[in-house]
DNA sequence: ACAAAAACGAGAGCAGTGCTCTTGCCCGGG
DNA sequence: CCCGGGCAAGAGCACTGCTCTCGTTTTTGT
């Protein structure tokens, strides 16, 4: 049991999160490839079969840091969301947080929203983590639609069945044209970050934080989102 | 040289064909960090250390499939562009050509898109190929400029010197507020693609080819290309 | 045409990796 | 008290990227 009381169980939960710690300051240093259970347990100073107590792989490992990370930019998205008013300024806000969390964790941003490493494909457990940030910017739109500040993007025939399917599963107080507005906001938001953070704007864009700003403005006013008071 | 006339010389570009052939095999079977040079010789009937003689390292053979990833994947763009007619069309079926490309190669898209490999930097010698798509995409808005077809985006005043610079760089003959919009979709466009290839959508977006036409028909008005004739 | 030079393939070897298996120790619950 | 289970340690396997040396072959310069 991890919640037994023996001195044993503390000690385990105490390694487990050294080995994390450890883990975490090498993913951060050197990307999650160049990441290696023998050199942690070193640092450590156990030697590398120990490891497999804790952790039965390397993909089990990955696995946690990629929750806590999904957890990390979760909070710090969420964190920054409360201190402002209207909700276009609160998505603004909360895209930039997650562009600040990305350029402040490189490694770990790449972990979880670039390409999966080496042959590795992220189990079930990390879906609630990851959904935190679509959670927080469907949550922005639905008080703009509550407060009847939504300006409703216009519907267009063809995606109607999926809009409507995709609106069920995500957001039913929401119109479904909103909800595709959202989901393809996200994606996009992920574009503007990745590009920047991987390189794809060295040579063209300088002013990065202008640049961004105005391009989730733009997001904001796809889903419907309009500067302005309340 | 590597111009001269030989038989020997021959000989090395058909070994250099073969290895990247070979690699490209085991790219697209098990993604770029399971690419193993020792594999790549042993698959050849050479010994690991002849590969030295045609790449110095392991990131050198991924250079070339990069560049060689980039030149496919312009390619295809190009291919798709010549066939339709007005720029929006135009526009929507590069987009897809991308889209549709990334899936039938999803870890080549991932080598040149996603996380940098494990401490892997690009060479300037990727910047001219990871140019084409965007090219592409500038020409059509050019296209549509000279038509006078081009709703152009309303410019935003912080985001003016910075613009004005981008345009100077990349497009002096259309509008700054293009510029942006179209550098803006372009990452946008790559997040979109991102997000359905590393699993992103999956239990969110079920049919997703008519959610992405819908994506990238809006950024095509966001760059101000409006469908129509022409 | 002949010798010097460059290119090449093969093999051994180094340092590192993830992971498994066996051997003992030592702590905590019966 | 004691003895079973959790634990660390070590050896070992099958890999990896990369280097160096050693003959052999091909190209090149005189």
Not at 71 to 98: K, M, Q, Y
Not at 190 to 200: D, P, S, T
């Amino acid at each position: 049991m991890s919640t037994a009381h023996g001195a044993r169980a503390r000690a385990r939960i105490e390694v487990t999160a050294a080995i994390k710690d450890e883990a975490r300051r090498q993913l951060a240093a050197q990307g999650a490839a160049r990441l290696s259970l023998r050199a942690v347990a070193r640092e450590l100073g156990m030697v590398s079969s120990a490891l497999y107590r804790y952790f039965p792989s390397r993909d089990d490992l990955l696995t946690a840091l990629i929750i806590d990370a999904y957890d990390s930019l979760g909070e710090n998205a969420e964190a920054a969301h409360e201190a402002t008013a209207s909700p276009f300024e609160r998505w603004i806000t909360v895209c930039e947080a997650v562009r600040g969390w990305a350029l402040d964790h490189p490694h770990e941003y790449a972990l979880i929203y670039g390409s999966p490493v080496p042959g590795y494909t992220a189990p079930d457990a990390t879906v609630p983590a990851a959904a935190r940030v679509g959670l927080l910017l469907i949550g922005i739109a639905r008080d703009a639609h509550q407060g009847a500040a939504l300006d409703r993007p216009a519907p267009a025939d063809d995606l109607r069945p999926e809009a409507e399917r995709m609106a069920a599963d995500l957001a039913p107080d929401l119109p479904p044209e909103v909800v595709t507005a959202l989901v393809a906001a996200w994606a996009q938001l992920y574009g503007l970050v990745g590009f920047e953070l991987f390189g794809q704007f060295n040579r063209v864009v300088e002013d990065r934080e202008t640049f961004f700003r105005h391009a989730v403005g733009q997001l904001a006013r796809g889903v419907g989102l309009v500067p302005g008071p309340r």
